[in-house]
């Protein structure tokens, strides 16, 4: 009880005091989550959005003035522990669903000069992540671009503990290390197709 009125509480506070870019009704933020006033310029969150303890929201450049790259839409579901680095773009659409432990980042460390320490060199440039609408990423997934768009079409599921570094089509099941297409939907039969790649 003590911990709902704490998230509750902290969810108003956060609406009231962060510059976010956009922030919508029924949103709940619990009150354990790592999501700095310094970047949540470069956040938009929609109605009805959910993110679970222990979850990060990230922007690794803190930039004024710039469009947000994080955006996150009406009714998506952040599991426990997640993390969401957005440099460039990072967009959830309606209904996501992600379970516990998953990563999604835009970029990553830069290692080109081998004579010095990686975390002296920053990030890479990186790409674009967009999670169509109504997709279940199971729990551990990662997905991370480093270039270009990586784009996972709607109504797609990405099964636990998978890496996914390219973009998939809509209604696609998806899994492994790095990640394949499993199965798809097929329109004219209404059924799922397996698939060996």
């Known amino acids: 009880m003590f911990g709902a009125l704490l998230t509750k509480a902290r969810t108003v506070w956060m609406r009231l005091t ?8 029924g949103v709940s933020i619990h009150h354990s989550c790592d999501l700095s006033r310094t970047v ?11 993110i679970a303890d222990g979850s990060w929201l990230t922007c690794p450049e803190r930039v004024l003035g710039e ?10 579901k952040i599991g426990r522990r997640c993390t969401l680095s957005g440099k460039n773009h990072v967009q959830l659409e309606e209904d996501v669903l992600l379970a516990p432990s998953v990563l999604i ?28 609408r109504n997709c279940w ?6 997905i991370l671009c480093n270039r270009g768009e990586l784009r996972i079409g709607r109504n797609s599921i990405v099964g636990a ?3 996914v570094t390219r973009s998939f089509p809509p209604f696609s099941v998806v899994g492994g290390n790095p990640a394949v297409l499993l199965k798809s939907f097929d329109q004219k039969t209404k059924q799922w197709v397996k698939h060996s790649e």
């Open 18 to 25: 962060y510059p976010f870019a956009g922030f919508g009704n």
């Open 40 to 50: 949540s310029n470069r956040i938009q969150i929609g109605n009805d959005v959910y």
């Open 137 to 142: 990423l199971g729990y551990g997934v990662t």
């Open 67 to 76: 469009p947000p790259t994080i955006i996150l839409g009406n009714g998506c």
């Open 105 to 132: 980042m835009d970029h990553n460390h830069e290692y080109s000069d081998v004579e010095r320490p990686i975390y002296e060199q920053g990030i890479t440039p990186g790409g674009r992540i967009v999670i169509e």
């Open 161 to 163: 503990g998978s890496v």
